[in-house]
């Protein structure tokens, strides 16, 4: 990958390949999951601490088969073993049961498939019956056997005794003088244990990544795959190749989503959503019949339903906003609650404020929240009338109903039902342009 970061950490679809792999193998539900991970790998153990799973060094990086064996000791009370990788991101759970609904104590079963251009796999080499008897890598491989377009995928499932066994057996004899792990298929064969084959029909998802295009490769697909999910379940996707779904995402019936939008985190919309082109939705709600206006930003937020949020509009962290809210465009909010009704339509900052019902926030008005040292609130009650061009400089309270004058600067609390206003007197001083100029 030419990174400082560890491949397995390169994010598929807003999260490491890595935890796609992890993610599919716990929903099987196994006794012990253990990782292997080679030199430089620290990072791994602390990217992955909250999840249930063992971690084993491999100091030196001396083969697949020997691999597996740094996580043996830790396999102790298993029957079986399914070995995966981690570079191998789109594996399903689906394809891995009936890898395992075929599998008996006496058997070795793998995951082939068939490539038109097989070239860097191991061959599959079956006998006149059509057996697997062997694995044979391209390094290793005859001309007639070069020729199979049925390769191995490296995704096994083992009965634990034997695998302990033919791994304590395996020799590096071959060109890369490694310790291969498709060897243990020619031991299984010659014990007399039978190794069976399932077939995946998406080539997809056992392609592994080795450089960024195969990154971005596999990306576009996991995201077609995505959007064509949700399309079935009733979301219209102006363009499904142009958006990323990098998290969850669960909506109603009848959403829009134009194109080139980016969902992050765990995001949830409303029947009757429309959002915009080119808006970015992380970890954030939008209610029914709301409509999110093009290149607009939400994180971490709810939006009610009936809303209007952009254009051109930024939703920090921490806000709430009610229904039929109005916020528009070049209008940014930060942990700040709007009541129903409230309207904050064109070139305004709200930082940590709370505003009642139906208030007119008008252009140009800024919350002044921050000291140079600690943030303050600004409270605005219902009802409330805020004059363009106004700043309210927090500590402050306005009242219920009160009006503040354009032009304003705020420094104290205003009264419900008032007006308040702070301007320097205006005058015209007659003579001097022509005088000066």
């Known amino acids: 990958m030419k990174s400082c970061l560890p491949k397995v950490l390169h994010a598929l679809a ?17 006794h012990t999951s253990v990782i292997v991970y080679g030199h430089g790998g620290e990072i791994l153990p602390q990217t992955f601490a909250n999840f249930q799973i063992k971690w084993a060094k491999q100091e030196q990086q001396l083969g697949t088969a020997h691999a597996v064996q740094q996580a043996i000791p830790y396999l102790t009370r298993v029957q079986q073993i399914l070995i995966l990788y981690g570079d191998v991101p789109l594996i399903t759970a689906a394809t891995l049961h009936k890898l395992i609904a075929i599998t008996t104590e006496q058997q070795l079963n793998i995951i082939t498939v068939h490539l ?47 695998l302990i066994t033919w791994l304590n057996r395996v020799d590096n004899n071959n060109q890369q003088q490694e310790f291969y792990l498709t ?58 190749a142009r958006f990323d779904l990098r998290g969850t995402l669960r909506t109603g019936i009848d959403v829009v989503i134009d194109i080139n939008v980016i969902i992050e985190g765990n995001v949830i919309l409303g029947s009757n959503v429309k959002i915009g082109a080119n808006c ?11 409509i999110v206006y093009a290149n607009t930003i939400i994180e971490n937020s709810t939006i009610a339903s009936e ?16 229904e039929k809210v109005h916020i528009g465009n070049f209008v940014e909010v930060k942990n700040t609650k709007l009541g129903a009704g409230s309207k904050a339509n064109h070139l305004s900052y ?31 009650g219902n009802q409330v ?14 009242g219920d109903q009160a009006i503040i004058g354009a032009g304003s600067v705020i ?27």
């Open 14 to 30: 807003g999260k490491p390949m890595l935890q796609h792999v992890l993610d599919t193998a716990l929903a099987l539900n196994p």
């Open 116 to 162: 038109s251009n097989p070239t860097g796999y191991g061959r599959i080499i079956r006998d006149a019956a059509g057996q697997i008897i062997k694995i044979v890598e391209q390094k290793d491989a005859t001309a007639e056997e070069l020729a199979i377009t049925e390769v191995n995928t490296g995704i096994i499932l083992a009965p634990a005794s034997n």
């Open 183 to 240: 060897d243990v298929i020619e031991m299984a064969v010659s014990d007399g244990i039978k190794v069976n084959s399932v077939q995946t029909q998406d080539i997809y998802e056992v392609i592994g990544i080795n450089d960024r295009v195969q990154l971005a490769f596999l990306e576009r697909h996991k995201q077609m795959q995505q959007a064509q999910e949700l399309m079935r379940n009733g979301v219209t996707l102006t363009d499904p």
């Open 280 to 290: 970015i939705l992380r970890d954030c709600q939008i209610g029914d019949n709301s």
């Open 307 to 322: 809303a209007r949020i952009g254009p051109y509009a930024r939703i920090r962290p921490g806000s709430c906003i009610a």
């Open 350 to 380: 709200l930082g940590d404020a709370e505003l009642g019902e139906r208030v007119n926030i008008g252009a140009g008005t800024i919350t002044c929240n921050y000291d140079g040292e600690h943030k303050h609130q600004t409270k605005i």
């Open 385 to 398: 009338f805020i004059g363009s061009n106004t700043s309210l400089v927090a500590p402050v309270t306005v």
């Open 411 to 437: 420094t104290k609390n205003a009264p419900a039902n008032e007006l308040t206003l702070s301007r320097a007197e205006q005058r015209t001083v007659e003579g001097w342009v022509a005088k000066n100029k």
